[in-house]
């Protein structure tokens, strides 16, 4: 079956603008996580989402970032007045959640901010 | 929070020969330990996990082991061969927190033909 994707797959963005990233899951999983990636580095957790909510948000590196989830299904993580440290690979990964733990990874969105 | 540390941050092997990167995690409460593996410019593949009521699992050529008193994992790779080449990354997750996984910051590996 289709995995998870993520929308774009590169952007290229000025300092200053507004930024949305797209995550589509794997269908019927529950949990749906974002992880960033910065060059050469770890992946470092974000927020997750157990259907359309965010128990943990505690990764957020600051207030210029927001995600939402619709429908249980669509995520979108929004950076606002992006800055050049903002510059990474965004992931998001899919679970079954309740019904199972294993994570599966989409294939990023590589985001420069010049 | 649930700190990872892993070792070495890079690996340098004989085609044939063996492969161990080990992890070490803080939070007594980790139940659920993933590896994945991220070749260049692609999305981290997940190659075996381990629960926290079992001690070991193989998958072919991939064993893991862990020891919850210590609070240690390993990945073992045996008999490597040049596409095993990559960068490999620990994991630990507690169902509590929601099985955000917590990843140590990874081991690159190259597989010498």
């Known amino acids: 079956g289709a995995g998870v994707s993520q929308s774009p797959s590169n952007k290229v963005t000025e300092k200053g603008k507004d930024v949305e990233l797209r995550c589509d899951p794997i269908?019927?999983?529950?949990?749906l996580y974002w992880y960033r990636q910065s060059l050469g580095q770890g992946l470092e957790f974000l927020i997750y989402?157990?259907?359309?909510?965010?128990?943990?948000k505690s990764g957020l590196p600051s207030d210029r970032f927001s995600a939402e989830r619709t429908g249980g299904s669509v995520s979108t993580l929004t950076i606002q007045r992006t800055q050049q440290e903002d510059s990474a690979v965004y992931l998001c990964a899919s679970s079954p959640g309740r019904a199972g733990e294993t994570q599966y990874f989409g294939p990023g969105t590589r985001l420069l901010v010049l | 929070g649930e700190n990872v540390e892993q070792h070495p941050s890079t690996l340098s092997v004989q085609e044939g020969d063996s492969a161990v990167i080990k992890c070490t995690y803080s939070d007594s409460a980790s139940n659920y330990f993933p590896w994945y593996k991220q070749e260049l410019g692609k999305r981290p593949q997940l190659i075996i996990d381990?629960?926290?009521?079992?001690g070991e699992k193989k998958d072919q050529r991939i064993a893991v082991t862990l020891n919850k008193t210590a609070k240690h994992f390993s990945l073992h790779i045996t008999e490597t061969q040049p596409e095993d080449s990559a960068v490999y990354f620990c994991?630990?997750?507690?169902?509590?927190?929601?099985?955000?996984?917590?990843f140590g910051g990874g081991t690159r590996v190259l597989v010498k033909p």
């Open positions: 269908s019927g999983h529950t949990a």
């Open positions: 381990i629960r926290s009521n079992v």
């Open positions: 994991a630990a997750s507690t169902k509590a927190a929601g099985n955000k996984l917590t």
């Open positions: 989402f157990q259907g359309n909510s965010a128990p943990d």
